[in-house]
């Protein structure tokens, strides 16, 4: 079974500056997705970013970017530029290639400070 | 976009009646539809797997029978929580499998908050 771990139950940051959330996973697929959702106080579930793991180039998204290390199965998010609309749950999330079911990491409370 | 509409967005209901939530995808075909769970500070656990025109599939732990999830269209999944009790009250969000549009293998509703007193 997947397992998706974010060892980072709550960061905060300041306005303007950078801030890297973690995630590591665990699965013994080849090929599959990893995604970076955000989920505001209204509780919507909002695509930040996704990665496909047959890919080898780090995928970026405006001032959001991972930094995918397929080896170490490691998942990072870096905000650049924080601004305080991305305050927000933000949660790790694996799918099979098959995308039959979504694995969710406990999640990070992003808090950015002005 | 792929839009998934959910409804109702929140209810509120006396311990052991049933309540029914209902999950539309709108604007594509949703062979497979997935409800999840999340409690107050948590993270969204998968409940079950909707399969059109065929049984749900639970994970471990979810009571079938408590749970009742009918995928009669394409479009369209239900999740009864039968006799409900306070033990119960979640935020439930539901979401569709949309064959990969737009970069999203799921599309998810807007969740439905269920309090029951």
């Known amino acids: 079974a997947q397992t998706v771990t974010q060892s980072q139950p709550e960061m905060s940051v300041q306005e303007a500056e950078t801030v890297t959330l973690s995630c590591t996973y665990d699965?013994?697929?080849?090929?599959?997705?990893l995604f970076w959702y955000k989920q505001p106080p209204s509780r919507q579930m909002i695509l930040v970013i996704r990665q496909e793991a047959y890919k080898q180039q780090n995928a970026t998204e405006n001032r959001f970017s991972v930094n995918f290390q397929k080896a170490a199965k490691s998942f990072s998010l870096k905000i650049s530029d924080s601004q305080l609309g991305d305050t927000a749950m933000y949660f790790c999330a694996f799918a099979s290639h098959n995308n039959n079911d979504m694995r969710f990491g406990a999640g990070t409370r992003l808090t950015v400070k002005p | 976009g792929a839009v998934v509409s959910q409804h109702p967005s929140w209810v509120i209901c006396k311990s052991g009646t049933s309540v029914k939530i209902e999950c539309r995808s709108l604007d594509f075909q949703a062979t497979t539809m997935f409800w999840y769970r999340q409690f107050p500070k948590q993270s969204l656990m998968l409940m079950a797997t909707?399969?059109?025109?065929?049984?749900?599939?639970?994970e471990q732990g979810v009571e079938k029978d408590k749970f009742l999830i009918n995928h009669a269209s394409l479009t369209l999944s239900t999740l009864t929580v039968t006799s409900a009790h306070p033990e119960d009250s979640s935020f439930y969000i539901c979401?569709?499998?949309?064959?990969?549009?737009?970069?999203?293998?799921?599309?998810f509703g807007d969740g439905t908050r269920l309090s029951i007193l």
């Open positions: 909707s399969n059109e025109g065929s049984k749900a599939t639970y």
């Open positions: 979401s569709a499998r949309s064959e990969d549009r737009d970069g999203q293998p799921q599309h």
């Open positions: 699965t013994s697929e080849s090929n599959y997705y």
